[in-house]
């Protein structure tokens, strides 16, 4: 490795990037698990955030498809402040959907009754739609670990002004981070008409 290599802002942020790709996820499935009501702490559900948080990732979709035309036709500034408030959002989100987690039981897919139980007949009535949203949701959590190292490689490949590497990797990035944010608004969608009021 060169020593123009060893002293770029990516190989300087490579451990902390790692390290905040592997905290992001296992720190969001343990909160995942934790009820602050288990504490005694009583707060009303936050009920109010999904669909909130299912507009974020819209408006991610939207400004990671407005930041790739901006760089296709030459506005580098454009495009930096725009993938930056990209970011900004999934960080929004990210805060938004553990508040919700932290506040709220989870919804069960096709539970048109809102006990929290699933029967065979509420399984019945969404018959193969089950299979389709957890190919959906399974897909959309998986990549959205992925894309965490994703992103922030390509991000400080561009700050450290790595066109070529930056380039290369937003190759890849772009479509699983888009896909991510457009799951994200139909895995709401999905799920919404099961939450409980």
Not at 1 to 21: G, H, P, T
Not at 72 to 99: D, E, P
Not at 164 to 180: G, Q
Request: with cysteine; net charge positive; hydrophobic share 50%.
């Amino acid at each position: 490795m060169s020593s123009q290599d060893k002293n770029s802002l990516e190989y300087r942020f490579k451990n902390a990037i790692v390290v905040v790709s592997i905290l992001i996820p296992v720190a969001v499935a343990i909160l995942f698990n934790i009820k602050l009501k288990d504490f005694g702490i009583k707060v009303e559900p936050f009920s109010f955030l999904p669909p909130i948080y299912a507009t974020i990732n819209g408006i991610t979709a939207l400004l990671l498809i407005f930041g790739v035309t901006a760089i296709k036709n030459g506005n580098r500034a454009r495009h930096q402040k725009l993938m930056t408030y990209a970011i900004a959002c999934s960080v929004a989100f990210l805060v938004m959907y553990v508040a919700y987690h932290l506040t709220a039981d989870s919804t069960k897919f096709g539970d048109s009754n809102h006990d929290g139980i699933l029967s065979d007949a509420e399984k019945l009535a969404v018959g193969s739609m089950r299979l389709v949203y957890f190919f959906i949701l399974i897909s959309h959590i998986l990549l959205s670990i992925i894309i965490i190292p994703l992103v922030l490689f390509t991000y400080v490949r561009a700050l450290a002004e790595r066109f070529d590497r930056h380039k290369k990797l937003a190759k890849i990035t772009f479509p699983i981070w888009l896909y991510v944010a457009i799951t994200g608004v139909v895995v709401y969608l999905m799920i919404s008409p099961y939450y409980a009021n």
